[in-house]
Each structure stands twice: as structure tokens, then as C-alpha cells.
């Protein structure tokens, strides 16, 4: 890698800045306004983050435990994160899941396929959580399988994977990019239109191309893309967000949780890509300090970027 922001900066990037997307991504729902959320992240003594970091978490830890995608260990690590901290603000379909395997004793992949009508998820639960993954995989020609096996633990249905994987791959090419070379948009997200296997996935992917092109504003993108679990309609936007602003951290994430839907986790995936992009020294430093749990995020990522 050539560029001035070294690889480990990128990880570290990249894992606290979707944590921080998270959080601010939360407040957002209670300070939907730029000025008065600025306001408030200066007044707080630590932001806090939700269930999309406690998962991002566990699956930092797992990888880094075992150099690979493990799913019945990523299961587990899941499982006794959210036994620890349930209120974290998991939606339904975790604990439903852990119930599951708790009475059943089913792998968690075969459980997860058991949600929703035996269809599985979709939603963007494994979208949120994926940096990890799309970083210590950046450079592998697996990294889509590896992302689907990732996702399959808790997503198994096709649209949840793929979202996710998609997502990966976002955050794959922050990293090989120089943040100090003009950003190439155009080639960045084509990248994720061919990358993209779903017929839903990628067809946003070929509207958020459209989207930039036709420089439409982000609230005609977020209601053109959509804003909500679904992970093909809130994992777009946050892609578009990023192109928006791929130079400044704070305007992605306020791009990405200021325009409804399902803000936190917009903000984590957003956080993910741009941090990734531009390494840890774009983030704000007032943000960064006041991170919850920041030296331990801190601390998987360079381990992340070691192994």
C-alpha cells in the first residue's frame, strides 16, 4: 500500500467509525437536526453505542480468535453477547434466534433459516456488523463467500446475505484506495453494482449510481432508495452518503442518520466505509474520546490488521 494512511490507521478507521456512526446514528433519532445533534455530541460525556457495535464486536473478536469465518463460533459469540447486554437494542429476530438453538440444539445457520416463515432474514442486522469482515477479507477473492457465511448466522435468506456482502466489499475498497488521490466515485461504485448477485441488491445499487450521478440531494435519495431494516432499502442510502462526502467523515455520518428510517445502523454502515477509506486521523477527535468502550474497538481492529 503506498498511501500515507497505513493499513492499521484504515482498520482502526473502520471499526471506530462505525461504532461512532452508530452512536451518533441513535442520537439522531431523538436530535434530528444537524445543529442541535452537533450540540449534544459536545455536551455528552460518551456516546453510546447499540446491538450493530456489540455484534461488529463479536465478530471482531471471533476472527480474531480464530483467523476465519467460524459460524457456529460466531454464533456462540453472538449469543453470549447478547446475554450479556440485551439491552442493547437487538431487534426481534436475534433473541428469537438464540431461543431457538437454546431449545433446539439446531446449528445457528439451520435456526436462522427457520425465521420468518422459513424464509430467513433480510433485513441489515449482518450489514451492520460486517466491518470486520470486509476488512481482514480486503484483499481475498473469497470475500464474498466469506461475508455470506458471516451473515448466514443470524441472515440466511439470499437478499440479507448479499446486502451484506455488498457492504463488505464497499468497505473492502475503502481500504485499497489513497484517500489523498481524488476519489474515484465512478469506478467505486460499479465495483458493487458486479458485485452485487440479487436482482433486488443490485438494482439499488444501479439507482445509487444514477442517484450521484444525477447529483440528487439526499433526501430524494433516501426516500428514492429507501431507509429501513430491509437491507436493500437502508444500505444503499448509506453507500450513497458516503459518495456524497467521501472526504469528511462528520458530513457522511450526519448525511447518512438525518434522513429517517432506520438511523443508527445507516450511520454504522456509512461510518464503515468512510473510516475505512480515510483512516482513523479523519475521524473527529472529540468523537473518538468519548466513545464508549474505544480502546478495546481499538484494540480488535489493530489486532485485525496483525493477524
Not at 219 to 230: S, Y
Not at 257 to 267: A, E, K, M
Request: hydrophobic share 40%; glycine share 10%.
Amino acid at each position: 500500500m503506498r498511501h500515507g494512511t497505513s493499513l492499521k490507521r484504515k482498520y482502526l478507521g473502520g471499526m471506530i467509525g462505525s461504532a461512532l456512526g452508530d452512536a451518533v446514528g441513535e442520537m439522531a433519532f431523538r436530535y434530528p437536526e444537524r445543529k442541535i445533534l452537533s450540540a449534544q455530541i459536545g455536551c455528552l460525556e460518551e456516546l453510546s453505542y447499540t446491538d450493530d457495535t456489540a455484534m461488529a464486536i463479536g465478530l471482531a473478536e471471533s476472527l480474531n480468535k480464530l483467523g476465519r469465518i467460524d459460524q457456529e463460533d460466531l454464533g456462540k459469540t453472538f449469543h453470549r453477547h447478547h446475554a450479556r447486554e440485551p439491552w442493547r437494542g437487538y431487534g426481534p429476530g436475534p433473541p428469537t434466534l438464540f431461543a431457538l438453538v437454546d431449545r433446539s440444539g439446531k446449528p445457528y445457520p439451520e435456526a436462522a433459516r427457520c425465521l420468518f416463515g422459513g424464509l430467513g432474514s433480510l433485513g441489515n442486522g449482518a450489514a451492520m456488523r460486517i466491518v470486520p469482515v470486509g476488512l481482514f477479507f480486503h484483499r481475498s477473492p473469497q470475500l464474498y463467500e466469506y461475508a455470506c457465511a458471516s451473515a448466514e448466522v443470524t441472515h440466511s435468506h439470499p437478499i440479507g446475505m448479499d446486502g451484506a456482502a455488498v457492504q463488505a466489499r464497499a468497505i473492502a475498497q475503502a481500504v485499497a484506495l489513497d484517500p489523498e488521490d481524488p476519489f474515484p466515485a465512478e469506478t467505486f461504485i460499479r465495483g458493487l453494482i458486479k458485485f452485487a448477485r440479487t436482482r433486488e441488491v443490485q438494482e439499488k445499487m444501479v439507482l445509487v449510481h444514477k442517484l450521484w450521478t444525477e447529483a440528487a440531494p439526499p433526501d430524494q435519495a433516501a426516500k428514492n432508495l429507501g431507509r429501513t431494516v430491509a437491507v436493500h432499502e437502508s444500505m444503499p442510502f448509506a453507500i450513497y452518503a458516503f459518495l456524497q462526502n467521501p472526504k469528511s467523515f462528520a458530513d457522511c455520518i450526519f448525511c447518512a442518520v438525518l434522513h429517517g428510517g432506520d438511523r443508527d445502523t445507516l450511520g454504522a454502515m456509512a461510518g464503515a466505509i468512510c473510516g475505512a477509506y480515510l483512516g482513523l486521523e479523519a475521524i473527529p477527535v472529540m468523537w473518538y474520546e468519548k466513545l464508549e468502550n474505544r480502546a478495546y474497538i481499538a484494540t480488535l481492529a489493530t489486532r485485525l490488521s496483525e493477524t
